[in-house]
């Protein structure tokens, strides 16, 4: 008998644990469906070039998940379109952080410079894509046009 109450008291002291690492696994299975809805819809927006809109999916998709270097990367270019361009570099950096798309977040970074008039910054952001990906295009294009900036009066890289 005193085997039996054993098993019975751990049985009960146990349950709590099994039912909250239920409501656990069913909170993460909802936090995940509601994940893939709000991409699916930010994308959507992003795409369709509803840059504003999709920024505002795109932060509760991070409130949800801060280390989605992807989702970093969209909102970046989406506060880069709405001219947002200190909080655009932030989300590139956390898009370089967790290593998504590092030479082309490194090239927008200096997009962002560029746009500011800081040319120095920009030159240092495009020669870091450059330094990832020596193909890249478009850094090189623009590093060359910053470049020739130096040469006009009062400009300097310096």
């Not at 991070?62 to 280390?67: F, G, K, P, R, Y």
């Not at 240092?124 to 900036?149: C, D, M, S, W």
Request: glycine share 4%; with cysteine; aromatic share 14%.
């Amino acid at each position: 008998m005193m085997k039996v109450k054993f098993v019975i008291f751990i049985c009960i002291s146990l349950l709590p644990s099994c039912v909250s690492k239920e409501k656990q696994v069913l909170k993460h299975s909802q936090d995940s469906t509601e994940l893939l809805t709000l991409k699916s819809s930010a994308y959507e927006l992003f795409n369709s070039k509803k840059y504003l809109e999709a920024k505002k999916q795109l932060s509760l998709i991070l409130a949800i998940d801060s280390t989605d270097g992807e989702v970093f990367y969209k909102r970046g270019f989406c506060n880069a379109k709405i001219s947002k361009c200190i909080d655009s570099t932030k989300d590139f950096q956390n898009a370089i952080k967790y290593d998504y798309r590092i030479d082309d977040a490194y090239f927008n970074i200096g997009i962002n410079y560029e746009r500011q008039m800081v040319f120095t910054k920009a030159f240092y952001y495009y020669q870091k894509a450059l330094e990832i990906n020596p193909n890249h295009t478009k850094a090189r294009i623009f590093t060359e046009y910053v470049r020739g900036l130096q040469d006009m009066p009062g400009n300097t890289l310096n």
